[in-house]
């Protein structure tokens, strides 16, 4: 196979490519296109010039279809562009100050001028609507492949719509295509007339990374049925490709298809390769090693991607190595790569090049003529409205063009049709370059290898290592925090890993846990057996309970370490974090498993609260690294104060079992980093992986005494622990009834006390989330699900009040509850579980008996079935409407999978609800007015509000976590703040100045150590 380019190539590639310059000349071209639309030309003129203009606008056009009413459209258009500054502004500003005053003209116009500026790049709102367009791409040499535009879809009925939508659509155009003959040279080799372009993601509302093979299925069984349809028509199908996320699973599914079929119809069966991902190249590679064992021919459309900014922002925010290529070239150079690869392999595949880039498709048609390929031996392929000189010149040459006609309505389109104008407008964009800012042929057909550096030429030569992996442990010199990956499951490493840790963990099931004291170990006479909630019978392990003895005898020994340990350097204990992390990141997926076991949290629920333990370790450590030594107050000539702090002394770590790991460590290690002992008391439910947890500082070096285990129930070991006057600190996270206590019992201060009690109280909430009016409804669903439903509810940040605004709540509680039918109920152990058990007996009947009320008092939307083999603590996310503002639904803490609908009339009343509660945790909206987000962000007091995404998973530094009221003291865990409430500041003053010398400050800094 060649691998790189042949030099004597480029002087046929620029020759081809300036007569396809030329022949887009000729067919108008040159202009600003396309042409006939003023909106639309102004519009990406504006853009161009200016990117406030460019955000605002498109945020804007998205937004657009969900308003109803034209002042809702005035209202949003004056929101999003009265404060842009630029080009634009004059013009604004008037169409601004008309709309104000009669916004029925403008509202109707920036409608028909949207619609007609979507009608550019989407073929028609239904097949039928379509079919004249076809026809005319057809009679000017073109063939087509259409795909429906749609909704995310969220529900097992939305995908059984979509499947159904394909099938008539097959069947219409099969019956409108009857006639359409093709002639000339191309027609020997032609492929089927009819060819649909699907999406996976359309046809499942349950696509899971945890596990593919069930993903595959569900897909399959609308897949099959519509390929077979296609088949029995002549038809020819294609599987785009989505995000970065998708890609494995979309390949995966291809092969599985493709082999239910005779190899002599598999090329009427198609996929992409995406050439902006680093990994396209090897994925090629063995596409085509695969298809050639199998002995059948594919197609493969080959485009350079759609999703690079989200992949680049998905993959940042998750700590994950970037899977697309940084700079164009690189991407470019990697197009040509895969197509001489592809048309090296010609037996085996029939190659469709899509790209709108004169210079990356003239490499090709050149390259396929060295190798003495005919036009038909091939395809190009473009996007319906984007490069239609293109399209014809090519056609012209004698090419077979063929374009992506999408087909929908305006609303379910407008994602495409954003995408569609943004792509126009980017800075590295073709089409800009050509079209917009007129660069010279030269430039324009350079070859992108030549434009690569030394290192980026041999990376995109050797692209093949797999994108995403583990973060290696902290190194020496890695300076700053940086979040640990959580698991990427797309991995079939991931996911094997995790299936050999469920196992290794299994093997390890019912074994006895002794109490920690002082380094001794003792076994005790009294056990606390801990169940698997999924399946009760099942003992994850047996752990020791302490006595009013071992209390005395654990703080005795905190005690006694305390001044040794908080004598000790800061370098010290700071690397003793970093080590139990590194421990904690080698063994994440086993720490996952007990997770599983014992708290019945499904693999990503587990996974996520392991990766935020690892992160404790390391940001408590580089925050003490960071006050750890003190600060001088003022630099003043003759004075020298320092700020600095010392220990508080022995802590009471009392921790919930909802996040064994995360809280239980971060309490733990914030309180050892800042050179406290510790006592800790794991929650009974949680009391093996506590018992682990201790194993864990005892290996990374924790010395004996400096941290304790003293297992049992929070009615005697807890209260005990917390009441005793030795002990100076309380970090308690859990319920409101059991914090509140802990607050009460340590203001009473015994006469031996060395110390007032400071108490770390987190507690519950009460959150709500607010659905406006204009919200985007596809991304709500998935967020209030997320939010809701995710371990059950039982996340002290968790939804429990959805409050819809308006109309807004008839369109999505249907949307909701089927959405809520598509979840699994199952063992959290099986990789495809979506909900799993409550915690306990107890817990169960606590929720069973709100859903009770529920049903008596309010209107149940939805409770599905929990299937009947399953003999855990289950019960179905549960959802009610109807729910008063102050019924026990909406005020008291489920903790459980239920959530109460509140429908109010306006924003004000909304926020009004949504702040009253004794809580105030988290909190969230979903709007797309900047009005409206302004004033949430301003009056939604809550400790942490989020707009526009899911309301829980809070990441260690990025979103310090804790509420106020009812939902504790105001500490911010993961916060820069936390450590100070582990610690006394002291300052200690030293007048410098000896007869009238005053040395240079400077020189005192070092005193500061
Ligand atoms: C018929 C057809 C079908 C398509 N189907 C799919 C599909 O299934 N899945 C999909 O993802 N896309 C698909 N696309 C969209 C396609 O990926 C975009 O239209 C394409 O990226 C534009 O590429 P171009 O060669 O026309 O333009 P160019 O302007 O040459 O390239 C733009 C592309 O370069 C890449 N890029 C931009 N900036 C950088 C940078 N700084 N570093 C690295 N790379 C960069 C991006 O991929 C960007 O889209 C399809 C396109 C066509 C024509």
Same mark, same amino acid.
């Given at each position: 196979?060649?691998?790189?380019?042949?030099?004597?190539?480029?002087?046929?590639?620029?020759?081809?490519?300036?007569?396809?310059?030329?022949?887009?000349?000729?067919?108008?071209?040159?202009?600003?296109?396309?042409?006939?639309?003023?909106?639309?030309?102004?519009?990406?003129?504006?853009?161009?010039?200016?990117?406030?203009?460019?955000?605002?606008?498109?945020?804007?056009?998205?937004?657009?279809?969900?308003?109803?009413?034209?002042?809702?459209?005035?209202?949003?258009?004056?929101?999003?562009?009265?404060?842009?500054?630029?080009? @634009?502004?004059?013009?604004?500003?008037?169409?601004?100050?008309?709309?104000?005053?009669?916004?029925?003209?403008?509202?109707?116009?920036?409608?028909?001028?949207?619609?007609?500026?979507?009608?550019?790049?989407?073929?028609?709102?239904?097949?039928?609507?379509?079919?004249?367009?076809?026809?005319?791409?057809?009679?000017?040499?073109?063939?087509?492949?259409?795909?429906?535009?749609?909704?995310?879809?969220?529900?097992?009925?939305?995908?059984?719509?979509?499947?159904?939508?394909?099938?008539?659509?097959?069947?219409?155009?099969?019956?409108?295509?009857?006639?359409?003959?093709?002639?000339?040279?191309?027609?020997?080799?032609?492929?089927?007339?009819?060819?649909?372009?699907?999406?996976?993601?359309?046809?499942?509302?349950?696509?899971?990374?945890?596990?593919?093979?069930?993903?595959?299925?569900?897909?399959?069984?609308?897949?099959?049925?519509?390929?077979?349809?296609?088949?029995?028509?002549?038809?020819?199908?294609?599987?785009?490709?989505?995000?970065?996320?998708?890609?494995?699973?979309?390949?995966?599914?291809?092969?599985?298809?493709?082999?239910?079929?005779?190899?002599?119809?598999?090329?009427?069966?198609?996929?992409?390769?995406?050439?902006?991902?680093?990994?396209?190249?090897?994925?090629?590679?063995?596409?085509?090693?695969?298809?050639?064992?199998?002995?059948?021919?594919?197609?493969?459309?080959?485009?350079?991607?759609?999703?690079?900014?989200?992949?680049?922002?998905?993959?940042?925010?998750?700590?994950?190595?970037?899977?697309?290529?940084?700079?164009?070239?690189?991407?470019?150079?990697?197009?040509?790569?895969?197509?001489?690869?592809?048309?090296?392999?010609?037996?085996?595949?029939?190659?469709?090049?899509?790209?709108?880039?004169?210079?990356?498709?003239?490499?090709?048609?050149?390259?396929?003529?060295?190798?003495?390929?005919?036009?038909?031996?091939?395809?190009?392929?473009?996007?319906?409205?984007? @490069?239609?000189?293109?399209?014809?010149?090519?056609?012209?040459?004698?090419?077979?063009?063929?374009?992506?006609?999408?087909?929908?309505?305006?609303?379910?389109?407008?994602?495409?049709?954003?995408?569609?104008?943004?792509?126009?407008?980017?800075?590295?964009?073709?089409?800009?370059?050509?079209?917009?800012?007129?660069?010279?042929?030269?430039?324009?057909?350079?070859?992108?290898?030549?434009?690569?550096?030394?290192?980026?030429?041999?990376?995109?030569?050797?692209?093949?290592?797999?994108?995403?992996?583990?973060?290696?442990?902290?190194?020496?010199?890695?300076?700053?925090?940086?979040?640990?990956?959580?698991?990427?499951?797309?991995?079939?490493?991931?996911?094997?890993?995790?299936?050999?840790?469920?196992?290794?963990?299994?093997?390890?099931?019912?074994?006895?846990?002794?109490?920690?004291?002082?380094?001794?170990?003792?076994?005790?006479?009294?056990?606390?057996?801990?169940?698997?909630?999924?399946?009760?019978?099942?003992?994850?392990?047996?752990? @020791?309970?302490?006595?009013?003895?071992?209390?005395?005898?654990?703080?005795?020994?905190?005690?006694?370490?305390?001044?040794?340990?908080?004598?000790?350097?800061?370098?010290?204990?700071?690397?003793?974090?970093?080590?139990?992390?590194?421990?904690?990141?080698?063994?994440?997926?086993?720490?996952?498993?007990?997770?599983?076991?014992?708290?019945?949290?499904?693999?990503?629920?587990?996974?996520?609260?392991?990766?935020?333990?690892?992160?404790?370790?390391?940001?408590?450590?580089?925050?003490?690294?960071?006050?750890?030594?003190?600060?001088?107050?003022?630099?003043?000539?003759?004075?020298?104060?320092?700020?600095?702090?010392?220990?508080?002394?022995?802590?009471?770590?009392?921790?919930?079992?909802?996040?064994?790991?995360?809280?239980?460590?971060?309490?733990?290690?914030?309180?050892? +980093?800042?050179?406290?002992?510790?006592?800790?008391?794991?929650?009974?439910?949680?009391?093996?992986?506590?018992?682990?947890?201790?194993?864990?500082?005892?290996?990374?070096?924790?010395?004996?005494?400096?941290?304790?285990?003293?297992?049992?129930?929070?009615?005697? +070991?807890?209260?005990?622990?917390?009441?005793?006057?030795?002990?100076?600190?309380?970090?308690?996270?859990?319920?409101?009834?059991?914090?509140?206590?802990?607050?009460?019992?340590?203001?009473?201060?015994?006469?031996?006390?060395?110390?007032?009690?400071?108490?770390?109280?987190?507690?519950?909430?009460?959150?709500?989330?607010?659905?406006?009016?204009?919200?985007?409804?596809?991304?709500?669903?998935?967020?209030?699900?997320?939010?809701?439903?995710?371990?059950?509810?039982?996340?002290?940040?968790?939804?429990?009040?959805?409050?819809?605004?308006?109309?807004?709540?008839?369109?999505?509680?249907?949307?909701?509850?089927?959405?809520?039918?598509?979840?699994?109920?199952?063992?959290?152990?099986?990789?495809?579980?979506?909900?799993?058990?409550?915690?306990?007996?107890?817990?169960?009947?606590?929720?069973?008996?709100?859903?009770?009320?529920?049903?008596?008092?309010?209107?149940?939307?939805?409770?599905?079935?929990?299937?009947?083999?399953?003999?855990?603590?289950?019960?179905?996310?549960?959802?009610?409407?109807?729910?008063?503002?102050?019924?026990?639904?909406?005020?008291?803490?489920?903790?459980?999978?239920?959530?109460?609908?509140?429908?109010?009339?306006?924003?004000?009343?909304?926020?009004?609800?949504?702040?009253?509660?004794?809580? @105030?945790?988290?909190?969230?909206?979903?709007?797309?007015?900047?009005?409206?987000?302004?004033?949430?962000?301003?009056?939604?007091?809550?400790?942490?509000?989020?707009?526009?995404?899911?309301?829980?998973?809070?990441?260690?530094?990025?979103?310090?976590?804790?509420?106020?009221?009812?939902?504790?003291?105001?500490?911010?865990?993961?916060?820069?703040?936390?450590?100070?409430?582990?610690?006394?500041?002291?300052?200690?003053?030293?007048?410098?100045?000896?007869?009238?010398?005053?040395?240079?400050?400077?020189?005192?800094?070092?005193?500061?150590?």
């Amino acid at each position: 196979m060649t691998m790189h380019q042949d030099q004597t190539i480029q002087p046929e590639i620029e020759k081809f490519g300036r007569q396809i310059f030329d022949l887009i000349k000729a067919y108008g071209g040159e202009h600003r296109w396309p042409a006939g639309n003023n909106f639309y030309a102004r519009l990406m003129d504006w853009a161009m010039r200016d990117p406030v203009f460019k955000t605002q606008m498109f945020r804007f056009v998205d937004v657009l279809p969900t308003l109803t009413t034209s002042d809702d459209v005035v209202k949003h258009m004056v929101e999003y562009l009265s404060d842009v500054k630029s080009a @634009a502004s004059s013009a604004l500003r008037t169409a601004l100050t008309v709309a104000r005053l009669f916004p029925l003209i403008p509202a109707h116009l920036i409608r028909r001028n949207v619609r007609s500026m979507a009608n550019i790049f989407i073929c028609g709102d239904s097949g039928e609507s379509a079919l004249p367009n076809l026809q005319r791409l057809w009679s000017e040499g073109a063939r087509f492949t259409v795909d429906i535009l749609g909704e995310a879809v969220v529900s097992d009925s939305e995908a059984d719509g979509f499947a159904a939508k394909y099938i008539d659509l097959l069947k219409l155009l099969t019956d409108a295509t009857r006639s359409w003959k093709p002639e000339g040279r191309l027609a020997a080799g032609e492929p089927p007339l009819v060819n649909l372009s699907v999406k996976i993601s359309a046809l499942s509302a349950r696509i899971q990374a945890t596990d593919p093979c069930s993903s595959v299925e569900r897909i399959l069984r609308h897949l099959e049925r519509i390929v077979d349809r296609a088949f029995q028509m002549g038809a020819a199908i294609n599987l785009d490709m989505e995000h970065y996320a998708l890609k494995g699973l979309t390949l995966e599914l291809f092969k599985v298809l493709t082999k239910r079929f005779e190899p002599e119809v598999s090329q009427r069966l198609g996929f992409v390769v995406q050439a902006y991902l680093r990994d396209s190249y090897s994925d090629t590679e063995e596409m085509l090693r695969w298809a050639r064992r199998e002995g059948r021919q594919v197609t493969i459309r080959l485009v350079k991607g759609a999703y690079w900014d989200f992949e680049k922002v998905v993959a940042t925010q998750k700590t994950w190595k970037i899977p697309v290529f940084l700079s164009k070239p690189e991407t470019d150079a990697n197009y040509e790569r895969i197509s001489r690869l592809l048309l090296e392999n010609r037996s085996v595949v029939y190659p469709a090049f899509a790209s709108h880039n004169v210079r990356t498709i003239s490499h090709a048609a050149v390259y396929a003529k060295r190798l003495g390929l005919e036009p038909g031996a091939y395809e190009f392929q473009m996007l319906y409205g984007m @490069a239609t000189p293109i399209r014809r010149a090519f056609v012209k040459l004698g090419y077979r063009v063929r374009e992506y006609c999408p087909i929908g309505e305006l609303l379910p389109g407008m994602s495409y049709l954003v995408r569609r104008l943004l792509e126009n407008t980017s800075n590295e964009g073709f089409l800009r370059a050509t079209f917009s800012d007129k660069q010279s042929a030269a430039s324009l057909l350079v070859d992108p290898a030549s434009q690569l550096s030394t290192h980026q030429a041999v990376e995109s030569t050797h692209p093949a290592q797999p994108a995403a992996k583990l973060r290696s442990p902290r190194r020496e010199t890695q300076t700053c925090f940086i979040n640990e990956p959580p698991a990427d499951f797309t991995l079939a490493s991931e996911r094997s890993s995790m299936e050999r840790a469920l196992t290794a963990v299994r093997g390890k099931l019912g074994l006895a846990y002794p109490l920690v004291l002082g380094g001794e170990e003792i076994f005790g006479a009294e056990q606390l057996v801990s169940v698997n909630p999924a399946r009760p019978k099942q003992v994850i392990g047996r752990v @020791a309970v302490g006595t009013p003895k071992d209390v005395a005898k654990a703080v005795a020994a905190a005690r006694k370490a305390f001044l040794p340990w908080s004598d000790t350097s800061v370098a010290w204990r700071t690397d003793l974090l970093d080590r139990l992390a590194d421990q904690m990141h080698a063994a994440r997926h086993e720490l996952s498993a007990w997770e599983v076991f014992e708290v019945g949290k499904t693999w990503s629920e587990a996974d996520a609260d392991v990766v935020e333990a690892i992160d404790f370790c390391r940001y408590y450590a580089d925050q003490m690294r960071r006050i750890g030594n003190g600060h001088p107050t003022q630099n003043l000539p003759g004075e020298v104060s320092i700020e600095s702090y010392i220990a508080r002394g022995v802590a009471a770590i009392i921790a919930p079992w909802n996040f064994p790991l995360a809280i239980l460590c971060g309490m733990t290690t914030a309180a050892l +980093v800042t050179g406290n002992t510790v006592v800790i008391k794991p929650a009974e439910q949680s009391s093996v992986i506590g018992a682990i947890f201790m194993k864990l500082l005892r290996e990374a070096g924790f010395p004996d005494g400096v941290a304790n285990l003293l297992s049992g129930t929070g009615e005697s +070991v807890g209260s005990l622990l917390v009441a005793h006057p030795d002990v100076d600190l309380v970090a308690f996270t859990g319920s409101r009834e059991v914090g509140t206590l802990i607050w009460a019992m340590a203001a009473v201060t015994h006469r031996d006390q060395i110390n007032l009690k400071k108490v770390i109280c987190e507690m519950g909430g009460k959150n709500a989330v607010i659905i406006d009016e204009d919200a985007d409804l596809d991304e709500a669903v998935l967020g209030i699900i997320h939010s809701a439903f995710a371990y059950q509810g039982q996340k002290c940040s968790a939804l429990s009040r959805l409050i819809t605004v308006g109309d807004v709540g008839r369109r999505l509680i249907p949307r909701l509850t089927d959405a809520v039918a598509a979840l699994k109920i199952g063992l959290p152990e099986q990789p495809d579980t979506n909900i799993g058990p409550v915690i306990d007996q107890t817990a169960f009947d606590k929720v069973q008996r709100y859903v009770e009320l529920g049903k008596r008092e309010h209107h149940l939307a939805c409770q599905y079935d929990v299937p009947k083999e399953l003999e855990g603590y289950y019960i179905a996310p549960t959802i009610f409407t109807e729910v008063e503002p102050r019924s026990s639904l909406a005020q008291e803490e489920i903790f459980g999978p239920v959530l109460a609908v509140l429908a109010t009339q306006d924003l004000s009343t909304s926020l009004e609800i949504a702040n009253d509660t004794a809580f @105030a945790l988290t909190g969230g909206i979903y709007s797309r007015s900047l009005k409206n987000i302004a004033r949430i962000r301003r009056d939604f007091r809550v400790g942490n509000l989020y707009i526009n995404r899911p309301i829980t998973g809070a990441i260690v530094g990025r979103h310090p976590f804790g509420g106020f009221k009812m939902s504790g003291g105001g500490t911010k865990a993961g916060g820069r703040d936390y450590l100070l409430n582990f610690l006394f500041p002291r300052v200690v003053t030293e007048n410098t100045l000896r007869h009238g010398f005053a040395p240079e400050t400077e020189t005192l800094g070092a005193r500061i150590a």
